[in-house]
């Protein structure tokens, strides 16, 4: 943020709608200029989420086939949740890894925070890389089981072209880990 760049004034917010998971809220603004705007933002769980990219010997990126309820498709992506209260990101990380895709890591790599859509919703997301994985496996909260896809680390570009590889947090979540494991490689 620059100097000129003042943050607008909330003058009210009001909760317009609600869900099990979000609550909308509608944001009254006023700007340094004093243009007055009204907003619609979402507001979920503020204890953030996790995306994994585990990668297993050096040679296979572990993905989940899952079902996505917006697409009505299933969707090939990497082991993502909530941060449960109370867990730490590398903890909540590791769990998800253990209940999406039977793998434990020893060694978990923050690679950066994102944000989801942040003109409509406060919630981040940390990209974790896991290696030096391991079996294990809890109990998840899926409906039904995640199909495990190994999919080799060297043709990590191939993935780009598969319709069911889709969802804008994995595609970033592979360039990020790419860069971190192949950075000669990376785009």
């Given at each position: 943020?620059?100097?000129?760049?003042?943050?607008?004034?909330?003058?009210h917010?009001?909760?317009?709608?609600?869900?099990?998971?979000?609550?909308?809220?509608?944001?009254?603004?006023?700007?340094?200029?004093?243009?007055?705007?009204?907003?619609?933002?979402?507001?979920?769980?503020?204890?953030?989420?996790?995306?994994?990219?585990?990668?297993?010997?050096?040679?296979?990126?572990?993905?989940?086939?899952?079902?996505?309820a917006?697409?009505?498709?299933?969707?090939?992506?990497?082991?993502?949740?909530?941060?449960?209260?109370?867990?730490?990101?590398?903890?909540?990380?590791?769990?998800?890894?253990?209940?999406?895709?039977?793998?434990?890591?020893?060694?978990?790599?923050?690679?950066?925070?994102?944000?989801?859509?942040?003109?409509?919703?406060?919630?981040?997301?940390?990209?974790?890389?896991?290696?030096?994985?391991?079996?294990?496996?809890?109990?998840?909260?899926?409906?039904?089981?995640?199909?495990?896809?190994?999919?080799?680390?060297?043709?990590?570009?191939?993935?780009?072209?598969?319709?069911?590889f889709s969802?804008?947090?994995?595609?970033?979540?592979?360039?990020?880990?790419?860069?971190?494991?192949?950075?000669?490689?990376?785009?």
């Amino acid at each position: 943020m620059t100097e000129r760049q003042k943050k607008p004034e909330i003058l009210h917010t009001e909760v317009v709608a609600h869900s099990r998971l979000f609550q909308i809220e509608q944001v009254h603004l006023r700007f340094s200029n004093q243009e007055e705007r009204h907003y619609e933002r979402m507001k979920g769980a503020s204890r953030g989420a996790v995306m994994v990219v585990p990668v297993l010997n050096g040679e296979w990126l572990l993905l989940g086939s899952e079902y996505a309820a917006g697409t009505h498709n299933y969707e090939l992506g990497f082991p993502k949740g909530l941060i449960d209260p109370g867990e730490t990101a590398a903890e909540a990380a590791n769990r998800e890894l253990q209940e999406e895709i039977g793998y434990g890591a020893r060694k978990l790599t923050k690679l950066k925070e994102l944000s989801l859509a942040p003109g409509y919703f406060a919630s981040k997301m940390q990209i974790f890389l896991a290696e030096d994985l391991y079996e294990s496996r809890l109990e998840g909260d899926e409906p039904e089981p995640i199909e495990l896809v190994p999919w080799p680390l060297e043709r990590w570009q191939e993935l780009l072209d598969m319709n069911d590889f889709s969802e804008g947090r994995s595609v970033s979540a592979l360039f990020l880990a790419i860069k971190q494991l192949k950075p000669t490689e990376s785009p």
